[in-house]
């Protein structure tokens, strides 16, 4: 069966630090992979989704950048973290179909002090 | 363009009673999905169901039930004899062929509370 792990599952950080969150999954290959972000009470945005290594597309831009070394890992980064960049971080895989379900991550809450 | 609105921004009922949560979506695509997720208080999204634009089949999973309706764009989601453990964030969202998937649009979620 397959399986996505994330971590860390809770991160505070200085404004102006930089970030690294990390996903991994398992049990299957060449997944879709993706970054969402929900802020307190609001809704899923997507941040980042990739098809296969190296292959990135962002629908945000901020001060955030994802990376897929291996067809299974999905980083998110930051080089200098803003207060806005507090909330919960979702990462999510899928198969290569727009009829298949995504399958998510535990979550990392965020905050920046 | 893809939408979902989800309008009831949270919702509360006693325990064993019945509730719906409402989902609207707007798609020009004649080929799409719909799924309803659950967010627990712990966090995680948990895929519950899909359906396709071509199934207006209605669904029954236990006490879920699942109205897809494409004369009025919705896509209902029933809870019979809610328990406590409902509680939670639950999310519709809209997948379209054309656009292979990757752009999955969520509604904004409703929040149940269901009280003992």
């Known amino acids: 069966s397959q399986t996505i792990h994330q971590w860390p599952a809770t991160l505070v950080q200085p404004v102006g630090s930089p970030l690294s969150l990390e996903c991994t999954v398992e049990g299957t290959s060449n997944p879709n992979l993706y970054w969402y972000r929900q802020a307190a009470g609001r809704g899923l945005q997507l941040l980042f989704y990739s098809v296969g290594i190296g292959q990135i597309s962002s629908e945000v831009p901020q001060n955030l950048s994802a990376s897929r070394p291996q067809d299974r890992q999905f980083i998110l980064s930051s080089k200098k973290l803003l207060l806005s960049d507090s909330g919960f971080y979702l990462c999510a895989w899928s198969r290569d179909s727009s009829n298949q379900p995504q399958h998510f991550g535990d979550g990392t809450r965020l905050s920046i002090l | 363009a893809q939408k979902v609105t989800q309008a009831q921004t949270e919702i509360s009922v006693v325990e064993k009673e019945d509730v719906t949560l409402d989902c609207v979506y707007e798609t020009r695509d004649t080929t799409y999905y719909l799924f309803w997720y659950k967010q627990p208080p712990s966090g995680e999204l948990v895929f519950l169901i899909r359906?396709?634009?071509?199934?207006?089949q209605n669904e029954i999973s236990g006490r879920y039930s699942w109205n897809f309706q494409k004369s009025t764009s919705s896509f209902n989601f029933t809870i019979t004899a809610s328990q406590v453990v409902d509680s939670a964030v639950y999310f519709c969202?809209?997948?379209?062929?054309?656009?292979?998937?990757?752009?999955?649009?969520f509604g904004a979620g409703t929040r149940l509370f269901v009280k003992a």
């Open positions: 969202a809209l997948s379209e062929a054309k656009t292979g998937g990757f752009k999955t649009i």
């Open positions: 359906r396709n634009s071509f199934d207006e």
